[in-house]
């Protein structure tokens, strides 16, 4: 049977997020965001709205920006990583 690809791997890991009842630390829930909108959007669409930008919106707009230097592909790697550790 061939090794599942990054994508299935990526979806399987957005599945078991989903379906995540425990609390998380808020630092770990913004990097589990920033991975995968890194990873589903890219760099190209990091926007900035100053229209009303409330202080959750910032903070998830600033954990993004940390990591648009990754590929998506490295973003989907790390945001599976991190599923795995919590889920496992």
Do not use: C
Not at 75 to 88: F, H, M, N, P, V
Request: charged share 25%; aromatic share 10%.
């Amino acid at each position: 049977m061939p090794d599942k690809d990054l994508d299935t791997l990526f979806d399987e890991a957005f599945e078991r997020a989903s379906k995540m009842t425990e609390a998380l630390p808020q630092d770990l829930m913004l990097r589990i965001y920033a991975y995968y909108k890194q990873a589903t959007s890219g760099q190209g669409h990091v926007t900035t709205h100053h229209q009303s930008v409330n202080l959750r919106d910032a903070f998830k707009m600033n954990a993004w920006m940390q990591i648009r230097h990754l590929t998506p592909d490295e973003a989907k790697k790390l945001y599976i990583e991190t599923i795995d550790s919590l889920t496992k």
